[in-house]
């Protein structure tokens, strides 16, 4: 189809008064196929403006559209017509709002902005969607808690569900949970387990089907088209909730407290299973116990078992110690914590439990736990208060902290990048713990409950709703061709050009996602419902053969070439930055916004990710005599900030081997420069920026200026 | 090692923890050990401050501690922690149920204490005295009740010695006294005894400058939360002081120069009579007015626990101020009308006096009176070991 591209300028919101915007205009009309239609508005977003442009692109049916107005963030909606492409260029807060207004810099800035969007319709087409018809069953693995509430909410949603449960019953660790602490007002007495009453309702429900001793065999496919092995049965299911749950730490590790050593030293698993059957008796001669001494943090925030906090075991043992001196006369319990960790509304239970005199309370370090005298005595060191005091006590419970079930095999995926879910640095399967829960590094599949982050029932509860409707959501976008997450509106997925393949196996190796599995020659075999539209494997590829529709190697390479560089001998040096589109761009939208000034010499071009850049736009860039290259992306190392995991780490790994290139270009190293940014450090980046440009002037003009 | 952190072997003993409750710490058990109390304790020494420490061995019902621990007399109940206190623990409070606790432990015979801490004995120890007096009154035909029955007017008026004779005030408060010095000795020896019993050495004396402190109410007046309350106490004890002058100077007027009492108020008689009364006069009404403030303190605070003692302490010293001006003013008025009525009703109110009176001293070693010993002790004890400057 013939390329007709519309450019529309906004002069409104301070546009006009930072630059002619008639310079602007003269400068798009050049840069625009012929017959250019080139419009200036006051206020495209306004009615009048809107509709104007709107009757434009009725009449005039371009294929492209380039709007050079605010940020792309904003008015996505509204800026928007069927089947034609829409380009973005930020006048307001990447140009007029953050440069000095009338200065020739900001002029030649919007000038050079709005060639690289109308560039960029060369090439980027229209995405057209990749269909899949998915299933719509989810399936479950894990039959606790947090299994069968995701299972009863799919199902509730009207999607058929499979439960998955290795034991022979439902119910997991929560089947051996006595009483539990209060999950609603007025928090302050024990509850009811509710894990009776979700067997029942899983058990019933018409579209749940379980199925106990069970574990997966196999599992194939992609989102949308799973296929699963279990049981002997094979069955597809369009996404997977993970619901392994977690066990407690290993008790026999904790020798120094006299766990598996002092017979009279249980878990507070076991302590449980005591009070279920109503019978607290000493392990070791089956005396009744008078006495429990509870040691918190039992290897939990400690460096040598497990470092993190399991959020749940202060709670627990004031559970325990309430429902342990209330099971007959002249009982008491005494609790030594690091910190009591009880957090919102249960700071309610912990205060009725401590009202009580029989249940005892202290900060302190215990220093040892020995046999003595028919009893066990827990010495206690660091107490602000109670220095060197000894507790004896019949029994001592240790609160044990949660290890995530994480530790396959559980799903035995036929991914080429491994059976089992990735995991952080604790065994937490997880992909982004802070912006993006449940989401785990493959794609379709969520994990909740305690095997993703350590958490209480009625946490786990809620947790497991929220992957279910992650489940869902998986099946409905596959069924529409779209990205899941993050670019969760994007019809666009990477296309392979195989015959130039030399399958050197980066893009497979180097995806986060597990999207490329590889034949046995190694040619990449892409699915499209695994990706996430990052393209890091575009990034990747050193034969460029990867390419979105609306977003390749050249279409970029294209927006690099039309920026004006000024001849050597005018003393206007020019540099390119690609900025991440998650964070670093909308940190520029925001530094626009506070009028935070910065040197104009710099063309942004937005990245999907800092792991789609490709080293062949950073060799373009210099070769056409742009003086320096800064890339602004996310945060990489292990408390990661990067959208697709680790886009911004392989970015800076690869710039390592830019300097081949600069070598060949015979450059200075410091022409390229990678930054981590988060959003909220926006007031840091004119500083960058200028540093940047300072450091770069300073080494002098690039060599290759009018070649 | 530092006071009140030494190496202890003590055990969790939940039957303390329950007594200190009883006692008025109702909210011990509130206490999240934040330190926030002691932090803004205006009195409480830099290192191992209170009443955090205290209060988690009041949860821990850790008895041996609290009862070596001079720190409960060091502090002076304004209250600055409770009202800070982000959890309602009310450690101000909690400090008074241990001292009230310390005090039942040490007293000798400690099951007086225990029923002079307890609401539902106050009435049958309050009737002790009364019984006794009333049945001393009944002794004689030339006292007592056969003066109530005539009321004699003759020889300057109405005159207490003829309804209570001196030797009968002397037989009963003079055994009575005794006992309460020997009951305060013990327990103060024995509450010594514990508090050095971590075997620090003195450092310096600490009397003269302890003293200073309970006259000049220096300590007392670092407290922040009421002022009034100061100023209460500040009456009570100055009232105190000033019947006890005019009662020394009465005893010198009649056994150093042969007085006979009442003292005169003529002006002519300044030095040996008109100084004292005025003395005494003026002890009583700001004893009264400083009773006053302590009970309305008391009354209109919403962040304090007041203890039946509290209550029942109050109450004797303004019963005492009372009963003591009034007997005053209804012999005057007596001996003006001679009214036989009046007579009548002067020597009733005399004997509850002596009754409040005797309520007042020979309980003192178990009542809240006895922090004038106990903490002039701790005070003591705790400049010499350096705990305070």
């Known amino acids: 189809m013939e390329r007709k591209v519309c450019v529309f300028i906004c002069s409104g919101c301070g546009i006009s008064e930072a630059f002619d915007v008639s310079k602007v205009e003269e400068a798009s009309k050049e840069a625009t196929p012929r017959p250019a239609v080139v419009k200036v508005d006051p206020c495209l977003c306004g009615d009048d403006g809107f509709l104007a442009m709107s009757k434009v692109i009725e009449e005039e049916k371009p294929t492209h559209v380039v709007i050079g107005a605010c940020s792309q963030r904003l008015f996505q909606d509204r800026f928007s017509w069927n089947g034609v492409f829409v380009e973005r260029v930020n006048l307001r807060e990447h140009c007029a709002w953050s440069h000095e207004p009338q200065d020739v810099g900001t002029l030649e800035l919007a000038q050079d902005l709005m060639r690289m969007g109308i560039a960029k319709c060369g090439k980027a087409e229209m995405p057209e969607p990749h269909v899949e018809e998915p299933s719509e069953t989810v399936l479950v693995i894990g039959g606790g808690i947090s299994g069968m509430t995701a299972a009863l909410y799919a199902a509730d949603a009207g999607y058929g569900v499979v439960l998955v449960e290795k034991d022979d019953k439902l119910g997991g660790f929560a089947r051996n949970i006595y009483k539990t602490y209060p999950s609603a007002p007025p928090y302050d007495k024990v509850a009811e387990n509710p894990v009776s009453g979700l067997i029942e309702r899983c058990e019933t429900n018409p579209r749940i089907k379980v199925l106990l001793g069970t574990t997966i065999d196999e599992i194939s496919g992609a989102p949308g088209k799973f296929s699963v092995k279990a049981g002997g049965k094979e069955f597809m299911v369009g996404a997977i909730v993970v619901a392994t749950g977690f066990r407690p730490y290993d008790i026999k590790k904790l020798t120094h407290l006299g766990g598996g050593v002092l017979p009279d030293v249980v878990g507070s698993d076991k302590f449980e299973e005591m009070l279920m059957k109503g019978d607290v008796r000493r392990p070791s001669d089956g005396r009744e116990v008078k006495k429990v001494a509870f040691i918190q943090c039992a290897g939990s925030r400690d460096k040598e078992h497990l470092p993190y906090c399991s959020g749940t075991c202060c709670l627990t043992s004031l559970k325990q110690a309430n429902l342990f001196v209330n099971s007959g006369e002249d009982k008491e319990a005494y609790i030594v914590y690091k910190d009591i960790r009880t957090p919102a509304q249960h700071e309610r239970f912990y205060e009725a439990m401590q009202n009580d005199p029989r249940i005892m309370l202290a900060e302190g370090t215990v220093k040892g736990v020995m046999k003595s005298d028919g009893v066990v005595r827990v010495e206690v060191e660091n107490s602000p208060t109670l220095t060197n005091m000894q507790i004896d006590a019949d029994l001592v419970v240790l609160a044990l902290g949660k290890v995530p079930n994480s530790d396959g095999p559980i799903l035995n995926l036929t991914y080429r990048k491994g059976k089992e879910l990735p995991t952080l640095k604790y065994g937490f399967p997880d992909s982004n713990f802070i912006c993006f829960p449940y989401e785990t590094e493959r794609t379709g599949i969520y994990t909740c409950g305690c095997v993703r982050q350590p958490m209480d029932m009625a946490s786990c509860m809620e947790d497991a709703a929220g992957a279910a409707m992650k489940a869902i959501q998986c099946i409905y976008a596959t069924s529409r061709g779209a990205a899941v997450h993050p670019r969760a509106w994007d019809m666009s997925f990477p296309e392979f050009f195989l015959q130039r393949c030399t399958q050197c196996k980066r893009c497979t190796e180097e995806c986060p996602f597990g999207t490329l599995d590889e034949d046995a020659k190694g040619t990449p075999m892409p699915n499209p419902t695994r990706c996430r539209r990052c393209g890091v494997c575009m990034g990747a590829c050193p034969e460029r053969i990867v390419s979105f529709k609306d977003y390749s190697v050249q279409i970029i390479s294209d927006m690099i070439k039309a920026i004006h560089v000024p001849e050597e001998f005018e003393e206007k040096p020019r540099y390119v930055g690609f900025i991440c589109e998650n964070d670093a761009y909308p940190a520029l939208d925001l530094a626009g916004l506070n009028h935070l000034k910065y040197s104009p010499l710099v063309r942004f071009i937005p990245v999907r990710c800092l792991g789609s850049v490709n080293r062949v736009w950073i060799a373009d860039a210099l070769s056409r005599g742009i003086d320096g290259v800064l890339l602004i992306g996310c945060k990489f190392g292990d408390d990661y900030q990067c959208h697709f995991i680790k886009g911004s780490e392989l970015c800076n790994k690869r710039m390592e081997n830019v300097q081949e290139d600069l070598n060949r270009l015979a450059l200075e190293r410091e022409r390229i420069k990678l930054v981590q940014l988060a959003i909220n450090d926006y007031q840091k980046l004119p500083q960058i920026v200028n540093e940047f440009v300072e450091s770069v002037n300073a080494l002098g003009m690039n060599p290759y200026k009018g070649f | ?389």
């Not at chain 2, 009862?67 to 409960?72: F, M, V």
């Not at chain 2, 305060?184 to 024995?190: K, Y």
């Not at chain 2, 120069?257 to 003026?282: A, M, R, T």
């Not at chain 2, 409040?356 to 004038?372: D, N």
Request: charged share 15%; net charge positive.
């Open chain 2, 1 to 389: 090692m530092e006071v009140g952190m030494e190496r202890l072997e003590c055990s969790p003993d939940v039957a303390f923890t329950k007594e200190v409750i009883a006692n008025g710490g109702v909210d011990l058990k509130k206490c999240y050990q934040c330190a926030t109390c002691s932090v803004v304790c205006p009195l409480a020494p830099d290192k191992n401050p209170f009443p955090r420490k205290e209060m988690i061995w009041g949860q821990w019902g850790l008895k041996e501690r609290i009862l070596a621990d001079p720190d409960l007399w060091l502090c002076y109940a304004c209250g600055d922690c409770s009202v800070q206190c982000p959890r309602g623990a009310k450690p101000g409070d909690v400090m008074g149920a241990l001292r009230r606790t310390v005090v039942s432990y040490f007293s000798f015979p400690s099951f007086l204490a225990k029923a002079v801490q307890t609401q539902r004995w106050f009435l049958f120890l309050l009737l002790l005295p009364a019984v006794l007096f009333y049945g001393l009154l009944g002794l004689g035909q030339d006292f007592g009740w056969a003066e109530f029955a005539r009321v004699t007017f003759e020889d300057g008026g109405l005159k207490f010695d003829r309804f209570v004779p001196h030797w009968l005030i002397y037989s009963v408060f003079f055994p009575a006294s005794a006992f309460v010095v020997l009951a305060f000795a013990v327990g103060g020896w024995r509450m010594w005894q514990r508090w050095a019993g971590n075997g620090e050495e003195p450092k310096q004396a600490g009397l003269m400058e302890s003293l200073k402190d309970v006259i000049l109410h220096r300590r007392f007046d670092k407290c922040d939360e009421g002022r009034w309350r100061f100023l209460g106490h500040l009456g009570i004890f100055y009232g105190f002081v000033f019947l006890a002058i005019t009662t020394a100077a009465t005893i010198v007027m009649m056994y150093g120069f042969g007085q006979n009492p009442p003292l005169s108020f003529s002006p002519s008689h300044f030095v040996d009579g008109l100084l004292w009364k005025i003395i005494g006069n003026f002890g009583a009404l700001i004893l009264i007015v400083g009773t006053w403030l302590a009970i309305q303190k008391r009354l209109n605070a919403k962040d304090q626990v007041s203890h039946f003692c509290d209550y029942a302490f109050l109450g004797v010293i303004m019963a005492i101020a009372v009963t003591g001006l009034g007997s005053e003013i209804l012999r005057l008025l007596a001996t003006g009308t001679r009214s036989a009525g009046l007579g009548k009703a002067a020597y009733l109110t005399y004997y509850f006096h002596l009754v409040f009176v005797f309520y007042l001293i020979f309980y003192a070693p178990y009542s809240k009176m006895a922090h004038i010993v106990y903490r002039t002790l701790a005070l003591v004890f705790a400049r010499s070991r350096g705990r305070i400057a």
